[in-house]
C-alpha cells in the first residue's frame, strides 16, 4: 500500500505540472502578462500538488510501526514482561498476523494479532484519506494562487535552493557522524591499548584476546603485542603497490594511445570496452582471483620449483590493478586530450615525431593531472576490501614476498565485525582505529589528488 501511495502522489505532481503550464498558457492567451515562464506554473502546481502530501506520507510511515507497536503491547504491560520479552512477543504477533507463525498459539496471541490487523487496517485507511485531502486541499490552493497570476518564480527558485541546501547539509552531516563515530570508539580503543603499540607493534592477533567467560576479570596483559599494525599496514601498501605496477603502465599507455593514436572508430569502440571493467563488482574480481589467478599462480610455481601460497599477495595485487586500469586510463585519456592544441601545433611546426611531441610537451604538461589519476587510484587500491579478503588470506603475516599471503587492514576489519561482537571490547573497537588510521590516509591521498589536479585546471584551462 505504501508503494502504490508513493507512486499515486509522484504520478499526481507530473500530471499537475503539466496542467500547471496548460493553465499559465490559458492565462497568456487572455492577453494577461505572466509573471514567469509557464514552466515555473507547472512547477508551482506540481510542488504543492505532491511535496506537502510527501511529507505528511514520509512521517506517517515512520512513526505508524511504533505507534501501532504501542498499542498492541499496551495489552501486556501489567503482566510483568521485560522489554526484550515484549520485542518477541510483538514479534511472534506479526507473524501470526501475517500467517507466518508456525509455533504455538494462544488466546492472549490470537487477540493480540487480531487487534494488530484492526490497527493496520485502521491506520492504512486514515493515511490513504489524510494524504489524499493534503493533495486536494494544497493543490486547490495552488491552482487558486496561479489562477490569481501569482508570482510563481521566487517561490519555486527558493524551494530549489532549500532542496539543494538539505541535500549538502545531508552530506557533511553524514560525514561528521561516520567521523566522530570512528573518533569516539578509536579514543576509547587507545584508552586501553597504548597508541604506540598499535602503531609501531608487529604482530597482529586479536584472537589472543577473546575470553570465554565475560564475566571474569579481564587481564591488561593479554592485550600485549595482540594489536601491531604494522603487518596490516605493510601488507596493505605492499598490496596497492603490486596492483600500482599493474594499473599505471597499462593504464596511463592506454590512456596516451587512445587520446593521441587511435582512430574515431578505435576510440569509439575500446574507451567504453576498458570502462566496462570499472563496473564489474569487486566480488566477482574476487571470485576471479580466487578461483582462477590464485591457482595459475600457484601451478606455475609449483612448475619452476617455487613455493606459492593459494592465496598470495601477487593474486590479490594483479587483479586489484587490473579493476583499477580504467579509472586511470579513462582520468590520463581526459587529461592529455584536454592539453591545448597549440601546444602540438607547435611542436609539430618545429620539426618533432608525434612521439617526441607526446613525450616532451603533452605528457609534460597533463603530468600533473596525471598524477592526480594515480593517487586517486592508489587511494581506490588501499580502500579495496573483497578482493583482498578473498584472494589474498586473512592472517597478518609482515611479510614482503609476493608469493606469500598476507592482510590488509580492510580484510581484518571485515574479520573483526563478523557475527556478534561487544562493543565495549578492545577487539571489537580495533576495527574502527584501523578504520580511523585507514580514513585518515587515504582523505590525504585525496586531498593531495584534488590539489594536483585542481593547480592543472588552473594552469591549462
Known sequence: M????????LLLGFTTYYFGRK?????????????????????YLAIWCSIPAFIIFALWSIFEPTIVKLLVLTDYSNQGYQSDELNLIYEKTKSLARGFYSGEVTVFLEDSAAKYQNLKSIATNSKVVVVLSIIIASTLFAYKKISN??????????FLNAILFTSSLAAILTTLGIVFSLIFETIRFFSVIPFFDFIFGTHWYPAKTFVRDASAEVDPEMYKDAFGSVPLFAGTFFIAFIAMCVAIPIGLLSGIYLSEYASKNVRKYAKPLIEILAGIPTVVYGFFAALTV???LREIGINLGLEVSSESALAAGGVMGIMIIPFISSLSDDVITSVPQGLRDGSYAMGATKSETIKKVIFPAALPGIVGSILLGVSRAIGETMIVVMASGLAANLTFNPLESTSTITAQIVVILIGDQQFGDPKTQAAFALGMTLFLVTLCLNVFALKIVKTYREKYD
Open 23 to 43: 493553465k499559465a498558457l490559458l492565462i497568456q492567451n487572455t492577453n494577461t502578462r505572466l509573471t514567469a515562464l509557464p514552466k515555473f506554473y507547472g512547477y
Open 149 to 158: 497570476n501569482t508570482r510563481t518564480r521566487e517561490p519555486v527558485e527558493k
Open 294 to 296: 590464485g591457482p595459475f
Open 2 to 9: 505504501n508503494l502504490i501511495i508513493f507512486t499515486t502522489i
